[in-house]
C-alpha cells in the first residue's frame, strides 16, 4: 500500500499528527473517518498522487496520530481543533493553500476547516455526509438505528470506551460490517491496519471524544456560523452513497446548499466506505472536478 509515500509524523497545534506523503504537484490533503485511519485511501493515494502532492493524515485521536485527554467541554476533539491541526501540518509542509477530499469524520474536520480557514482551502470534496447540524435535528427512526454509534459513543464515559476496550476487534466488525457491502471492501492489510490503531491505548477515548463534540461544541460552532450568515464558497463537490444511510434520510444536496454557495453532487453506485468500495469511480469523479475547479 502507498507505494511512493513516506510515513512521517510532525509535531503541530501541541500534538503529533501522522500522515504519509507522496505525488507531485498541488497539496491535495486526504481526511478518513471513523473507525478507521488515513489507510482508508490506500486504492486511491498513488494514482491521486500523479496529479497532486498527496498528504493523507490520521485525525487526532485515531492512527498514529496524537490522542488528547478529555475535557469537560470535549473541545480537545471539537473540528475546530482538527480543522487547526490539518492546516498546521500543511503549512509546515510548506503548504500556504490546499486542496482536500474527506470522507466521514474527516469531511466534518474539513467542513470547519473550509470555514474557520477559507483562504486555504483552493476547492474540496466531501464523502458521505450531510451537515453535522442537519443530521442531529432531522434524526428519525432509520437513522438512529442506522447509526446507532452515534448515539452510543457519546454516552459519558467509561461506558463505550470500556465496552469497546472489551473487544475492539467486535466493535470494530459489528460498525464497519454492519454496512450495505458488509466487510468486502476492507482488504485484510487495511483492516489489520484499522484494528491495530483500535487497540492503541486511547484510541476509545479519543473516538468517543470526537463523537460527543460533535454532539455538543461542534453544533455551537455551526450555529454561530448560521447566526452569523457564514457560508462556505469554495468550489464544492459532495458525493455519497447510493446504497448508503445518507442519501436514504437526507437530501445531501440541499442540505450542503443552505450551508455553501457552490455545491454540486451526486450519488455513486456503493455504501458509505466509497474509497474502498468504488475507488476507480470516485477518482473519475475527483480528478475531473478538480480539473474544472482549477
Known sequence: MFAGFQKQQRQVNGLT???RIGGTGPALLLLHGHPQTHVIWHKVAEQLASE???VAADLRGYGDSGRPAADAEHSHYSKREMALDAVELMKSLGFEQFSILAHDRGA????RLALDHSTAVRQMVLLD???TLAMYTQTDEAFARAYW????LIRPAPLPESLIEANPELFLRSVMGSRSAGLKPFTPEAFAEYLRC???PGS???ICEDYRASAGIDLDHD????AAGNQLTLPLLVLWGAEGTVGRCFDPLKEWRQVATDVRGKALPSGHYIAEEVPELLLEEVLGFFAKAI
Open 108 to 111: 466534518r474536520v474539513a467542513h
Open 149 to 152: 454509534h452515534w448515539f452510543f
Open 223 to 226: 450555529r454561530a456560523d448560521i
Open 198 to 200: 483500535l487497540q492503541i
Open 17 to 19: 499528527i501522522s500522515y
Open 129 to 131: 455526509i450531510a451537515p
Open 204 to 206: 476509545a477515548r479519543g
Open 52 to 54: 497532486f502532492t498527496v
